[in-house]
């Protein structure tokens, strides 16, 4: 009986003395640190550096990491860093000793340059032109030179079928202010549209080139599940064995078929000037329209907004708001201007006799612009 009093007065009195050493020690030992910078989110510009230093609280022999996300980037106590590309980073900072570890984060947000003023309302450089195949590639109004009529003024570019696209600049930032931005012209009338989903970007690393990240501007359809509409749709066309031959197509649903030579178009339809065989465009996909119930009129109704090439200018078609636009992911960001503005055929119709659809682009214009000055 006695030795077992004992025995329990000891484990009790090893185990407090125990427990109280290791708090002890855990103030002193374990690292704590403070900031130099006391904000946790940060705003910034690319290429201007932000410098944070800490300063030990408690305890010694401490090791510092700092992270952009998970890729360590710095050692040691003073961080010093410039982003070069606009977006949102965390920095996460580490202090360990043999004791412990003290861990921090800091919000930050990098935003893009903005360019003000410009000369022209209109796009003023031209970045790309890859249509797809159609009646009227490789002639006006789809040839290069009518993708260059566009620059600072209207003009008319046919994109040809799904996918064909251009990519053009503005001589300045088009900011996002309330409402409707930007304005893409098209030639529908009120029973032929041809709608073409339109994308923006920022100059994220502000080098003057769309090298960024292209945001899809949300249409009356975005997120349809009805079958109206489909992201991550691709095709690839094929280079006919002859120029006056239709051309295959395939897309990444299994699908294939032909955009249909016509009577009225007798040149070569696939882009003479791409050299390779085959080209794969993608995007996202909208339902096409036309009705071809009555051959000699077949019709292709608009969509209600969000699109050019449909429903007239008189109507307001082809006006679009920087605010709705999406990531690759669907989910909305928040644009404060762009820079950079690509239009894209959004639809595969076969019309006919009419041919295929293919979105016109008739002028691209920031509607803020003389505000702006
Ligand atoms: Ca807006
Ligand atoms: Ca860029
Ligand atoms: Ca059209």
Redesign the pocket.
């Known amino acids: 009986m006695q030795l077992k009093r004992s025995y329990v007065f000891f484990v009790v009195a090893t185990a407090t003395t125990l427990l109280f050493s290791c708090s002890k020690t855990d103030l002193v030992e374990t690292p704590t640190m403070s900031f130099s910078m006391k904000e946790k989110k940060i705003t910034t510009q690319i290429n201007e550096p932000i410098s944070i230093s800490t300063q030990i609280v408690t305890g010694t022999a401490i090791f510092e990491e700092w992270y952009i996300g998970k890729e360590l980037v710095h050692q040691g106590s003073n961080f010093k860093y410039s982003f070069t590309s606009a977006g949102n980073y965390q920095i996460n900072y580490i202090a360990k000793n043999k004791y412990g570890i003290y861990k921090d984060s800091f919000l930050v947000q990098v935003d893009a340059p903005i360019r003000p003023g410009g000369e022209s309302e209109y796009v003023t450089t031209l970045f790309a032109f890859v249509p797809a195949p159609g009646q009227f590639i490789n002639k006006a109004p789809g040839n290069l030179i009518s993708a260059q009529g566009l620059l600072g003024k209207k003009g008319m570019v046919s994109l040809g079928a799904w996918g064909g696209y251009v990519v053009y600049g503005f001589d300045h930032s088009v900011?996002?202010?309330?409402?409707?931005?930007i304005e893409v012209m098209g030639n529908a009338l009120p029973e032929w549209s041809e709608p073409g989903i339109i994308y923006v970007m920022p100059d994220d690393n502000g080098n003057g080139k769309p090298d960024d990240t292209w945001y899809e501007l949300a249409g009356s359809e975005f997120g349809k599940t009805d079958g109206t509409y489909v992201r991550d749709y691709e095709v690839t066309y094929f280079r006919p064995e002859a120029a006056n031959k239709d051309v295959p197509w395939e897309d990444n649903k299994g699908n294939s078929g032909v955009v249909k030579k016509n009577s009225f178009h007798t040149q070569a339809y696939y882009p003479e000037w791409i050299v390779e065989n085959k080209y794969t465009l993608k995007g996202s996909w909208l339902k096409t329209k036309i009705d071809p119930s009555r051959p000699t009129y077949i019709v292709s109704l608009p969509y209600d907004w969000g699109y050019s090439d449909n429903k007239t200018e008189a109507s307001g078609g082809g006006k679009v708001?920087?605010?709705n636009a999406v990531d690759a992911s669907g989910n909305k960001v928040e644009l404060k201007a762009i820079d950079f503005i690509k239009i894209q055929t959004g639809v595969f119709g076969d019309g006919g006799w009419l041919g295929e659809s293919s979105t016109e682009v008739a002028g691209v214009k920031d509607l803020h612009f003389s505000t702006n000055q």
């Open positions: 900011p996002n202010k309330d409402g409707n931005d708001d920087i605010s």
